[in-house]
Each structure stands twice: as structure tokens, then as C-alpha cells.
């Protein structure tokens, strides 16, 4: 069955630091890729996405590439802020199917 | 445009009860997805609902029932509630149109907790 593994947090950061949070996948032919944003007390955000093999999604500095060779999206941003403190979901859905399958989430603490 | 709403936002229950939890899809949506979100875990999925009709299960016991009204919006129904359930349990809602299956947007979840 299809399922996605994250890197387990916390990851504390300094302000402004390179932040990398890991994800890889396991489904069969060419599923869509998603990151999600939780901020406490909310509910989930969509981060960016990517569709297919070599896609780069990216969106509010974050970015991801689909590397289909390793089986990877991991997620990336140069210089964080306080404000991206938050726990950040990697997901896949295959293409026409309808369910989201998550990991299991990594919080990001960043300290000024 | 209204997001996705649900409710309550917590509530409190004790083993063996029933429960039903609400939500109402983003404007322009026609299917809604509930997931629940254990502690420190991502997501699961529960069920969706396309046209008022269940359109694909996780792996759920039947306990586990949801309904969707002719405006969209959907209720989820557990029943003989156990310690496990305890969780906040996620609604999302997308536009479905013929094959395609596109963004889901999320409610900010309802936090329900089992005695």
C-alpha cells in the first residue's frame, strides 16, 4: 500500500537558519505530492504540491522537487522565520483516487 | 467565499456513547473527506462522500458512519465510542468534476475526547 515516511522532529532552528525536513514515499506508478502546513490550533494548509517526476512546488519560500529516482520530496526553505513554526505534513494521493495518505509530521520550533 | 466550517470545535464524551460531528464544505464544493488525527500522528482517512453517497473507505470500522445533505454539507457518526477514538477529526472539502479530484481544503478540525 502507499505510505510516506517524514524525519521526526522537533527541529529547532535559529532564526533565518537552512531548513531541510526529509520525506520519502512508497506507492506504485506516479502519485501527487503534497506538502501541509498545521499551525496550533488550526486546521491543515496546503504548502505546495507537485504532480509529477522533476515538478519543483514552492510557495511562501518553501520549495520541494519529486524526485522519482529516490523516491523523495523533501522540503526546503533558505532562511526561516518565527512565523514558520508550525508541524508540516508530506502526503500523496494517487492520481484519481481520492484519499490523502500523510506521514506522521515534523514541528518546526524556530527560536529568534 | 466561506471555508470550511465545523462543529463543535471540542467536545466530551464517555466510552460506549455516540457521537455525531459536523461540517460545512467550502462554497462551489460537491465532496467532502473526513480524516482523523490522532496525537502526535498525520491524518488517517475515514471516508468521502460524493453526491450525498460514500465514495471510498479507509480502514474504519463500521462504527464509523457519515452522511452528506443536497447542500454538501456532511455529518460523521461514530458510535459505542472507545478510548481510541479520542482525536481531532478533520473535514476537508474539494470540487470533484467527472474524474478528477482536485485540492482538498481543510476545517480546523473538531477535538474530540473519550473518557
Known amino acids: 500500500g502507499n505510505s510516506v515516511t517524514q524525519m521526526e522532529g522537533p527541529v529547532t532552528l535559529s532564526e533565518e537558519a537552512f531548513l531541510t525536513i526529509n520525506c520519502t514515499y512508497t506507492a506504485t506508478g506516479y502519485p501527487s505530492l503534497f506538502w501541509y502546513v498545521q499551525y496550533p490550533g488550526e486546521g491543515l494548509q496546503l504548502l505546495l504540491k507537485?504532480?509529477?517526476?522533476?515538478d519543483k512546488g514552492s510557495n511562501k519560500g518553501f520549495e520541494a522537487t519529486y524526485r522519482k529516482e529516490t523516491t523523495s520530496f523533501h522540503l526546503e526553505k533558505g532562511s526561516v522565520q518565527v512565523s514558520d513554526s508550525a508541524v508540516y505534513f508530506c502526503?500523496?494521493?494517487?492520481?484519481?483516487?481520492?484519499?490523502?495518505?500523510f506521514g506522521s509530521g515534523t514541528r518546526l520550533q524556530v527560536q529568534p | 467565499e466561506t471555508g470550511v466550517t465545523q462543529s463543535p470545535t471540542h467536545l466530551i464524551k464517555t466510552r460506549g456513547q455516540q457521537v455525531t460531528l459536523r461540517c460545512s464544505s467550502q462554497s462551489g464544493h460537491n465532496t467532502v473527506s473526513w480524516y482523523q488525527q490522532a496525537l502526535g500522528q498525520g491524518p488517517q482517512f475515514i471516508f468521502q462522500?460524493?453526491?450525498?453517497?460514500?465514495?471510498g473507505r479507509g480502514n474504519f470500522p463500521p462504527r464509523f458512519s457519515g452522511l452528506q445533505f443536497p447542500n454538501y454539507s456532511s455529518e460523521l457518526n461514530v458510535n459505542a465510542l472507545e478510548l481510541d477514538d479520542s482525536a481531532l477529526y478533520l473535514c476537508a472539502s474539494s470540487l470533484r468534476l467527472g474524474g478528477d479530484y482536485n485540492e482538498q481544503f481543510f476545517g480546523p478540525g473538531t477535538r474530540l475526547t473519550v473518557l
Open positions: 502526503a500523496l494521493s494517487k492520481t484519481g483516487r481520492r484519499a490523502l495518505t
Open positions: 507537485a504532480t509529477k517526476a522533476d
Open positions: 462522500y460524493y453526491r450525498e453517497e460514500e465514495n
